[in-house]
């Protein structure tokens, strides 16, 4: 079964640190993009960040850029979204996300096809 | 950046009827378009991509069209597990941009 899978959320204190990780089975990890994707409580999708199928080329929305980092590792089938100087705003469930674009399809589709269930971030003194 | 504004935000409909929700791109952006179907507490689920490519085995009431920066997403026949909220996703660069949502109500 192709699944993703997320943990590593919780309660994290303003200006602190979180690392979420994303383990990735039933598919060839290293041939897809992956994203991380959010969604504040009582809104909307908001696209956060993502990482070539590589790992040579990363990117981020404007509004954790120079906090949040995007990893993957090959080896564990696995991507991972370090989070550092977190605020209130950062707020959401994360969602880890492949798309189906890489080296065997076209990328740039906005074909996000496998979405984990999300692990909760709450950032609150 | 690309902006997608959707419109309706919320809609009332009824099992069997015929909705349209359309997504409006600040620029033109192609065909990197895609919606996503989102029920509460559940995870978000591809439905169309490359503005009008049916993600396989998703139920063929669904479609996509549109061209440029205006774009549609059409539900032939309202199932009751098609109540929930849609959003459309454009690629066409970064960031990615996800448009506000309309949600299906009964």
């Known amino acids: 079964e192709v699944q993703v899978v997320e943990s590593g959320g919780g309660l994290v204190q303003p200006g602190g640190s979180l690392r979420l990780s994303c383990v990735t089975s039933?598919?060839?990890?290293?041939?897809?993009?992956m994203h991380w994707v959010r969604q504040p409580p009582g809104k909307g999708l908001e696209w956060v960040a993502n990482?070539?199928?590589?790992?040579?080329?990363?990117n981020y929305v404007e509004f954790v850029k120079g906090r949040f980092t995007v990893s993957r590792d090959d080896a564990r089938n696995s991507v991972f979204l370090q989070m550092n100087s977190v605020r209130a705003d950062d707020t959401a469930i994360y969602y880890c996300?492949?798309?189906?674009?890489?080296?065997?399809?076209?990328?740039?589709?906005?074909?996000?096809?496998?979405w984990g269930q999300g692990t909760m971030v709450t950032v609150s003194s | 950046a690309i902006q997608v504004t959707q419109s309706p935000s919320s809609l009332s409909a009824s099992v069997g009827d015929k909705v349209t929700i359309t997504c409006r791109a600040s620029q033109g952006i192609g065909d990197d378009l895609a919606w996503y179907r989102h029920k509460p507490g559940k995870a978000p689920e591809l439905l169309v991509y490359a503005k009008s490519n049916l993600r396989s085995g998703v139920p063929s009431r669904f479609s996509g069209s549109g061209s440029g920066t205006d774009f549609t997403l059409t539900i032939s026949s309202l199932q009751p597990e098609d109540f929930a909220t849609y959003y459309c996703l454009h690629d066409y660069g970064y960031p990615l941009t996800f448009a506000g949502g309309t949600k299906v109500e009964i």
């Open positions: 990482i070539k199928y590589d790992g040579s080329e990363t």
């Open positions: 996300v492949r798309d189906m674009g890489g080296v065997i399809a076209p990328h740039g589709k906005a074909a996000l096809d496998i």
């Open positions: 039933g598919f060839i990890f290293n041939k897809y993009y």
